[in-house]
């Protein structure tokens, strides 16, 4: 079965500090596409960063690290010196190859950022 | 450069009434997709298109929805008639290339809030 589980219905950091979501992923595709997506409460999803199956090093993208450990199966987003402007949902995605185009989406997590 | 577009933001209907979702992908992008969350729930696959072409539709609920993408541009979604359970928010998205590839980046749209009462 292709599934992804976020695990954190919310979470709460302090601001300037840094957070993990975390984001585990289940597929027998052997190549798969890892993607994080954030959504501000006007709705929009954003592209924030991807993370190929066969790619060695992890992703980064500003103050976005995608922490890869493919053994364990899991893709936690990583965000440093968090702003208030962080406060969102935020979902993980797979893309395994076999699957056509389409993204497997994980439930969400809501970041909350206390000043 | 423009992105992608959802028309309406918000609808409300009643049930057992018509309904259509419009998106506008980015220019250029051959591949389309369509996505729904319900409340609560993770977002879900609806569809695929490659230009005017289905080219999975492994996720749509039942009958009553009826995607098209006429000319392999704009696409609408139609919900007919529509059913309380309908209700959720529907997303569209796009990407360039036509094979695909893991690498592909899907870029959303705002969504379409839809409400059936």
């Known amino acids: 079965a292709q599934k992804i589980t976020q695990t954190q219905p919310g979470m709460f950091v302090q601001e300037k500090e840094a957070v993990t979501l975390d984001c585990t992923y289940d597929?027998?595709?052997?190549?798969?596409?890892l993607f994080w997506y954030k959504q501000p409460s006007s709705g929009e999803m954003i592209f924030l960063i991807y993370q190929g199956s066969y790619d060695q090093q992890n992703a980064t993208e500003g103050r976005y690290s995608l922490n890869f450990q493919k053994a364990r199966k899991s893709a936690n987003l990583v965000i440093s010196a968090s702003q208030l402007g962080d406060s969102a949902m935020y979902f993980c995605a797979m893309r395994p190859r076999n699957q056509g185009g389409k993204l497997i989406f994980g439930q969400g997590t809501e970041l909350s950022v206390k000043p | 450069e423009a992105g992608v577009t959802q028309f309406p933001s918000h609808s409300v209907i009643e049930k057992g009434q018509t309904v259509t979702l419009r998106c506008d992908p980015i220019s250029g992008h051959d591949n389309l997709y369509w996505y729904r969350r319900v409340m609560g729930k993770e977002i879900k696959f609806l569809l695929h298109?490659?230009?005017?072409?289905?080219?999975?539709e492994s996720g749509m609920p039942n009958n009553r929805f009826l995607a098209e993408r006429t000319g392999g541009t704009y696409s609408t979604l139609k919900v007919q008639p529509a059913e309380l359970e309908d209700s959720g928010v529907y997303f569209c998205?796009?990407?360039?290339?036509?094979?695909?590839?893991?690498?592909?980046?899907?870029?959303f749209g705002p969504g379409t809030r839809l409400l059936v009462l």
């Open positions: 597929t027998s595709d052997p190549s798969y596409g």
């Open positions: 998205a796009s990407s360039r290339s036509r094979g695909g590839s893991d690498m592909e980046t899907q870029y």
């Open positions: 298109f490659v230009k005017e072409s289905k080219q999975d």
